[in-house]
């Protein structure tokens, strides 16, 4: 069995460039998004518990 070899440098950057878009990506824009839509289904719920 042959040891592994190193990671050359390139690949660690690009793998650590892509974390960080994806972690923007999912933090930034689709948490909000997700409070948005959760906040308007739970006012559409007040809303019809009103209305009875």
């Given at each position: 069995?042959?040891?592994?070899?190193?990671?050359?440098?390139?690949?660690?950057?690009?793998?650590?460039?892509?974390?960080?878009?994806?972690?923007?990506?999912f933090y930034?824009?689709?948490?909000?998004?997700?409070?948005?839509?959760r906040?308007?289904?739970?006012?559409?719920?007040?809303?019809?518990?009103?209305?009875?």
């Amino acid at each position: 069995m042959k040891p592994k070899t190193r990671v050359p440098l390139w690949r660690w950057l690009l793998w650590m460039t892509a974390l960080v878009v994806a972690l923007v990506v999912f933090y930034g824009i689709f948490t909000p998004f997700w409070f948005a839509l959760r906040s308007a289904a739970w006012v559409a719920e007040y809303r019809s518990r009103r209305r009875r």
